[in-house]
């Protein structure tokens, strides 16, 4: 459920706190308004209510705006704080924004500019409280780990292992029978390098720290953290699996630095026409404007297009997208879509498109959305992965209960030892990007994973610097047969 927004707006003018609040419950639907006609009210109000956004005049009697601002980041952290400041008043402008202010709204103001920065700053506030609320849970989770049963063995003077409980074996997948009796460091290859780093009590109790540190179980890495207590009978080693949380953490960090990069770049492409374009300075002829607009519409739609995959991704994880069934014109559905593409990719002259499909092909039922996707992904990751060029073809071949679509390409290839990653969320061929090759890593796994819920699947061949060919999979029904069947099942 949605809640209402809920504003405080702080000024000693009467009338603005009369009129504005009006104006703003006018373009606004369901928002609440406090008014407070100074900082010492607007902060004993903070203390009370946790406010989405707080509107105030710099200029005021007694307490200003800007030590206002500095008050309310101390009650309210998280609350954006938008100034409204008089004509001409840049200094002021530039200190509310060194000190943390939101944004800043000249006299006389405009409503439509108010009323959008307004509703940023309250979209940003639910975003926050968002991760806030993500990150108690995080934290409560990791509370409950705290909790679960640890690995144990215990470890005599001459190395031999003589303790190893269900739990140790759970964890490394080793049996206690292969285990006990044998020298610790047999079981747990790379044990004796990294003992000494292992912090052992003279006494049960709390360690003070754990050691982090990676074994070789069976030729896989698996993560721990470690700590032992000195008996009589040697040391009781204690330790919990840290594989997967270091796994996510690591996933946790790509993601963020994928979609911080993939995000900078249009943010900065649309940051800078809108700059040019405000500019007063400066005389933009028409052409010029007409391009920079072109910019900006551009890189928001790529923002979009980022945005979709994510939320996508997301939706797939959850299991909640819905397959719909409707009659496919493959034949025509192709050559849109290669269109397209040569339409987005006009300035990529050293790009070609090649189509081999029968003239003419059945309808089939299925979801068509989702296979445009699929096939956009694909052709979109083949020219991505052609920095220099070349042909990019996609051939339709009917295949007895099926359709078969087949991508290929003339650009990097993947490293052989590589096939099996690719489809995986985030990742990347070009992690460091330091062929040009950017993207969120989600293109095949959202290809993936839609070919799954459609019962087909998605393959790939490849070689290192001669190019790629993936290969679609998908068992969808002819038009015909559909029809046929849904009638029977009417009339049975």
């Not at 710099?58 to 030590?67: R, T, V």
């Not at 490394?172 to 460091?185: K, R």
């Not at 920095?387 to 099926?402: A, D, F, L």
Request: aromatic share 4%; charged share 25%.
């Amino acid at each position: 459920m949605i809640e209402t927004p809920r504003i405080l707006l702080v000024d000693d003018d009467p009338a603005l706190l009369e009129a504005l609040p009006e104006a703003l419950r006018l373009r606004l639907d369901g928002i609440e308004i406090d008014t407070s006609e100074n900082a010492d009210d607007a902060l004993d109000r903070l203390r009370e209510t946790d406010y989405d956004a707080v509107v105030s005049d710099i200029k005021m009697p007694g307490m200003d705006g800007l030590a206002l601002l500095a008050e309310a980041a101390e009650i309210r952290p998280g609350t954006p704080v938008l100034l409204i400041t008089g004509h001409g008043e840049h200094d002021l402008a530039v200190q509310a924004l060194r000190g943390g202010a939101y944004d800043f709204v000249q006299k006389p103001i405009d409503r439509d500019y108010f009323v959008a920065s307004l509703e940023r700053a309250v979209h940003m506030r639910r975003l926050d409280r968002q991760v806030a609320e993500q990150r108690i849970r995080l934290e409560q989770h990791a509370r409950l780990l705290e909790h679960v049963d640890n690995g144990v063995f215990l470890v005599d003077k001459s190395e031999i292992v003589r303790y190893w409980n269900p739990a140790a074996a759970a964890i490394t997948g080793l049996a206690e029978g292969t285990v006990v009796g044998q020298p610790v460091s047999t079981s747990l290859i790379g044990w004796d390098g990294i003992v000494a780093g292992v912090p052992v009590s003279s006494e049960p109790g709390p360690s003070a720290r754990d050691a982090t540190v990676p074994l070789d179980v069976d030729g896989r890495e698996l993560w721990i953290s470690v700590s032992g207590v000195e008996l009589e009978e040697g040391i009781v080693y204690a330790f919990r699996n840290l594989t997967e949380e270091r796994a996510l953490d690591k996933l946790k960090s790509e993601f963020v630095a994928t979609v911080s990069h993939e995000l900078r770049t249009p943010l900065s492409a649309i940051y800078g026409c809108a700059q040019t374009l405000r500019r007063r300075d400066v005389e933009v002829d028409v052409e010029t404007k007409e391009r920079l607009l072109g910019v900006i519409a551009q890189e928001s739609e790529r923002l979009t297009r980022i945005v979709s995959d994510i939320l996508l991704a997301n939706q797939l994880d959850a299991g909640g997208l819905r397959l719909e069934r409707q009659q496919i014109d493959l034949a025509q559905l192709v050559a849109e879509i290669v269109e397209e593409m040569r339409a987005s990719l006009a300035s990529r002259e050293d790009i070609s498109f090649g189509i081999d499909a029968p003239d003419w092909m059945a309808p089939v039922v299925g979801d068509e959305d989702k296979l445009r996707q699929i096939l956009i992904n694909l052709l979109d990751n083949a020219v991505k992965y052609s920095p220099e060029g070349g042909q990019v073809g996609i051939s339709v071949e009917v295949r007895g209960h099926g359709i078969r679509f087949v991508i290929t390409d003339q650009g990097l290839g993947i490293p052989h030892g590589e096939h099996h990653r690719i489809f995986g969320k985030f990742y990347r061929v070009d992690p460091n990007l330091t062929r040009g090759v950017g993207g969120t890593g989600l293109g095949l796994y959202i290809c993936r994973e839609l070919a799954r819920r459609m019962e087909g699947h998605v393959s790939v061949t490849s070689q290192e610097g001669k190019g790629s060919t993936f290969v679609v999979d998908l068992p969808l029904e002819p038009a015909r047969q559909a029809e046929e069947r849904g009638t029977a099942r009417q009339t049975a």
